[in-house]
């Protein structure tokens, strides 16, 4: 684009994919009279993902707005807690492991790529199932077939699930979903899932869940009081939030 200029100034939150808006503020974009602003968005590096409202000299206007020249555009970052229609799901990326078996513990609907399966596959899944794709990988969430999705901002999982929770606002059913398929829990005899037990932990425990979609079977081993601290976080924040 080398047409007329706008001005475009970014909220803070949206300055990690446009490094030099934190410096300069307001940035000098070129338009070329027939792209629409999202498009002009996007190409300074923010997935749409990312954007909430759109002001144009003051006045909200939609991504597919064509800005003229001379127009002074504010682009904010999407209001939390974010509304996503129907029952909220969600499909993670190859990268993104230990958030999704977070996400599981929690009892949240939550669809895992253990493979790299490529961007095409990941938003074709995310369109079928009306998932919101979780990511890192900008160029995914800039996929038109896309249902919903989300940039994950840090490279911490701890960061990562607390930022989700925010964003999303998810209900919360922790322990009902096996972390290793998301398929759903059920109470178990130690007789059904005996064949999954070493012999110190058949003589040890005797409350046993099952996942009724792999079979594994789960008890209060010894990581234990490490997932239960990831629970009442969750759960602590969640208060916070109401």
């Given at each position: 684009m080398n047409g007329p200029?706008?001005?475009?100034?970014?909220?803070?939150?949206?300055?990690?994919?446009?490094?030099?808006?934190?410096?300069?503020?307001?940035?000098?974009?070129?338009?070329?009279?027939?792209?629409?602003?999202?498009?002009?968005?996007?190409?300074?590096?923010?997935?749409l993902t990312e954007v909430g409202a759109l002001l144009v000299d003051g006045r909200e206007v939609p991504f597919a707005h064509v800005?003229?020249?001379?127009?002074?555009?504010?682009?904010?970052?999407?209001?939390?807690?974010?509304?996503?229609?129907?029952?909220l799901r969600f499909l993670l990326d190859v990268h993104l492991g230990t958030l999704a078996?977070?996400?599981?513990?929690?009892g949240v609907d939550t669809?895992?790529?253990?493979?790299?399966?490529?961007?095409?596959?990941?938003?074709?899944?995310?369109?079928?199932?009306?998932r919101v794709m979780l990511s890192r990988d900008r160029g995914l969430l800039?996929?038109?077939?896309?249902?919903a999705g989300a940039f994950v901002y840090s490279t911490r999982p701890e960061e990562q699930l607390r930022d989700v929770?925010?964003?999303?606002?998810?209900?919360?059913?922790?322990?009902?979903?096996?972390?290793?398929?998301?398929?759903?829990?059920r109470k178990a005899t130690k007789d059904e899932v005996a064949d999954q037990l070493k012999h110190g932990t058949h003589a040890t425990y005797d409350v046993f869940a099952r996942c009724g979609e792999c079979g594994r079977a789960y008890w209060k081993g010894a990581h234990h009081e490490q997932l239960e601290a990831i629970v009442e976080r969750a759960l602590a924040l969640r208060a916070e939030r109401r």
């Open positions: 200029e706008i001005q475009v100034e970014f909220a803070s939150e949206l300055h990690v994919f446009v490094p030099r808006a934190r410096q300069a503020g307001a940035l000098r974009a070129a338009t070329d009279g027939v792209s629409s602003l999202g498009h002009v968005i996007e190409s300074l590096g923010v997935p800005p003229a020249a001379g127009e002074s555009v504010t682009v904010r970052t999407v209001a939390r807690p974010q509304q996503v229609p129907g029952h078996r977070r996400l599981r513990l929690l669809a895992y790529e253990s493979t790299d399966i490529g961007d095409p596959a990941l938003a074709a899944r995310s369109a079928a199932e009306r800039r996929r038109r077939e896309l249902w929770l925010d964003r999303f606002r998810p209900e919360l059913l922790p322990w009902t979903r096996c972390t290793a398929c998301n398929g759903m829990l």
